[in-house]
């Protein structure tokens, strides 16, 4: 009989848009043929849009056999007020990385006490918090041969990967945001049996907080799919794209987009343009109410036609800062569209300068000048874009990532 392991993550499923739910379902399919691969995640498809859910219960989506819980939050009407009343030992810790002695401190003292008591309970007060699903864990682990928690953020992952530590493998798509900092994120990073990390820069930030204390690691890092396209001609008539035009692919939510629509109008503005930014993804109900001709919005699309969309993609934006990889860059790079990326991204800045095949800015100034040479330089933009695809088979095809993860399996 196949070894069963067990991928843990806030959503789960075909057609829910982001990154680390991609990431896991990637990982999760392609384990199939060697384990017998359970998700236990919630009901949530939408985040705060329950009419969306999914129903409670089992079912087997591609092989994966799929555990949904219904969140069930402590005191979720107090969530806020929660967070509100344990920010301090946040923010000495943070203060303490700011001036370089957190990792030095983490190494002799690992975890902390100070407002671990309020922590937990502000954690289970998250919307989408699970305490079935967490005794669920508890209960069954020993029919786990290991159980690989996904995305630090979530009360899931957080209270989830200390109940059997010996047998875990934490994915936790770090990067540096103040909740990294709560002193509950401690034994998660200091307690588990192994570490997988997606890249360089990300070890290093979680190093930085948790000194000679984060437990053992390595790279494992992630693949990216290559859909069929759809026709394009099709695609194109389906959302009224136009012929030149620059492709934000992911959630279209104030805190992925940061400064990038403001900044693209400023671009059209000051160079006369007829290129329009493209947003493909899941939109969020607060960004209904914004419009601009230049701008245009699909929602979310299929996987045959995110692949032909990225394909005529001129070039392709990430202005999030929040990245522990970014599946969207190397999509682009793998596809030789040239990206732009942002440089507060230590990950992003790192992929551009090891490949040659992006460019980064730090400024706005910096963002209209790189991506007009992108626009209007056709041999600049033909030169990097040639690079991507070595870029990423040497360090992210599915032929190195999934052998590197069955080995951390194998040794618990």
């Not at 843990?8 to 379902?25: L, P, S």
């Not at 007020?81 to 003292?109: E, F, M, N, P, Y």
């Not at 957080?158 to 530590?165: D, F, M, R, Y």
């Not at 945001?177 to 200091?190: H, S």
Request: glycine share 6%; charged share 25%.
């Amino acid at each position: 009989m196949k070894k069963k392991i067990a991928f843990i993550i806030i959503r789960y499923g075909a057609g829910v848009n982001g990154g680390a739910e991609v990431h896991c379902r990637m990982l999760a399919e392609r384990l199939v043929p060697y384990y017998d691969v359970e998700v236990l995640t919630t009901t949530t498809r939408i985040f705060n849009k329950p009419e969306a859910d999914f129903s409670e219960g089992t079912s087997i989506e591609n092989g994966v056999t799929v555990r949904r819980f219904r969140p069930h939050p402590i005191d979720g009407e107090q969530h806020r007020q929660l967070g509100r009343k344990c920010r301090t030992a946040r923010r000495v810790r943070r203060h303490l990385d700011k001036i370089r002695l957190l990792g030095a401190l983490s190494s002799l003292h690992p975890e902390w006490r100070m407002s671990t008591a309020a922590e937990r309970r502000f954690f289970e007060s998250q919307p989408d918090h699970t305490p079935e699903m967490l005794h669920f864990i508890g209960q069954h682990q020993e029919e786990y041969a290991a159980l690989l928690f996904m995305n630090f953020y979530f009360s899931q992952t957080v209270l989830g990967s200390v109940i059997a530590p010996q047998k875990t493998i934490l994915i936790p798509l770090v990067h540096p945001d103040k909740c990294l900092y709560w002193a509950l994120n401690a034994p998660m990073f200091t307690r588990v049996r192994h570490i997988a990390f997606n890249t360089e820069a990300e070890r290093r930030t979680a190093r930085r907080i948790f000194g000679s204390s984060l437990a053992p690691n390595s790279l494992v890092g992630c693949g990216i799919e290559q859909a069929p396209a759809a026709d394009w001609t099709e695609v194109k008539a389906r959302y009224g794209l136009p012929e030149r035009y620059v492709l934000y692919l992911g959630r279209v939510t104030h805190s992925k987009l940061n400064d990038l629509i403001p900044y693209f109008l400023d671009y059209c503005r000051r160079y006369g343009s007829d290129t329009k930014l493209v947003l493909t993804g899941g939109i969020d109900p607060q960004m209904s109410g914004e419009s601009h001709p230049e701008v245009l919005c699909t929602g979310f699309v299929s996987d045959a036609e995110k692949a032909a969309i990225i394909r005529h993609a001129a070039v392709m934006v990430n202005p999030s800062h929040l990245e522990s990889l970014s599946l969207l860059m190397l999509e682009a790079m793998d596809n030789r569209i040239p990206a732009l990326v942002n440089g507060r991204s230590r990950v992003m800045k790192d992929h551009c300068m090891q490949s040659g095949a992006a460019l980064w800015y730090d400024t706005e100034k910096e963002f209209r000048q790189r991506l007009h040479r992108l626009l209007t330089d056709e041999r600049f933009r033909t030169e990097i874009g040639n690079r991507g695809p070595a870029y990423v088979r040497a360090h992210y095809a599915w032929e190195i990532v999934i052998p590197a993860l069955r080995r951390l399996i194998e040794e618990i």
